[in-house]
């Protein structure tokens, strides 16, 4: 009975701790200190406009980000859908259907597509979106895949990174870290970056692999687990590592905000106390994230300091952010994109994307803002 109160209870937490992780109890009183702000008049500083609007398929979920190659946009949805979308016009390149529900997607080095099932079923699809191969990870995925270098790379729920062969989907190597009985379910990704793999860890560390033999090059921690219970004690690196010149940096959930100098060792050149569920965004002379409450934070990418907060998107769940020439970008859960100053975080504008919300992760392009809706359509935004 004990093993299956547990089970229960894990299970619990991560279906709705994890769904925004601000929300009031059922069985609380109601606070309005958790009540999303209301939308803020303004005088709009930034027009924006929608360029295209794709259907994809039906479904939304945390393992699911568009990528882009600079050319198409690759994204899938729970349905089994998965597209390559032209990123100037926004014609269908290719659609397929997986054959199954998916849990993340998708990951892309433009000639490699690849997917994941609940189960742990890894599938890739050619440049045309035709079917090459099904692998088989070691559990359940809900991080995107990563593709580059001639491997397709997935991390498992049972905190295991695993590579298999672009070519025929051969398992290459794999490298497994303890975990901690609990995680977040928020976005996460990996980045590929000169024949690496760079991920973040529900351990609180950024771990950096090489891609051809799966040896460890790098480990450094973002946050340390601490509290008396499992639920203190999740530290998971959330959003994906972002590289800005000899930077490497990462945010936790109830952990820290630290940028590496991977030129001088990979030491910590700062780190401030800083909790997200989000992720970061960056820019060469800013780190951008929100709190757990959706206050929008900027620091300056060399030294830490705070240059400027935005709490006037409070609790509004907030997707994984985006940075434009123009803006930083962000979406919430009534589907509007919202556009603040990046050197001062003021509001700029704002624009409906129907009303469902936004949950995956914005994506920047030399053409505007992506975002892939909770209603599975896939939208290119114009900013001036």
Known sequence: MHALLTSFLRTAFVGLALLGLAACSLFSPHDPRNDPSPLTEYEPAISSRVVWDVPIGSGFGYGFAPFSDGQLVYAATPDGAVVAVDLSSGSIRWRADAGTKLSAGVGSDGQISAVAAPDGTVIAFDYQGKELWQAKASSQVDVPPAVGSGVVVVRSSDYRIQAFDARDGELLWSVQRPGPALALKTTMQMIIVEDMLISGMPNGRLIAIS?????????????????????????????????????????????????????????????????STSGLASDPEQLYAASPRDTVYAFDIETGEERWSQNALRNRRLSGPAVVPQALAVGDY??????????????????????RGIVSPLLATARGVIAQTRSGNLVLVELN
């Open 211 to 275: 891609l051809p033999d799966g040896n460890v090059l790098w480990e450094g921690t973002v946050a340390v687990s601490r509290g008396a219970t499992d639920l203190d004690r999740i530290s998971d690196v959330v959003g994906a590592p972002q590289i800005v010149g000899p930077l490497l940096c990462g945010v936790a959930y109830q952990g820290r905000i630290v940028c590496f100098n991977v030129a001088e060792g990979g030491f910590p050149l700062w780190e401030h106390d800083f909790s």
């Open 334 to 355: 009534e589907g509007y994109l919202h556009f603040l100053g990046r050197f001062d975080g003021r509001l700029l504008g704002r624009l409906q994307l129907g009303s």
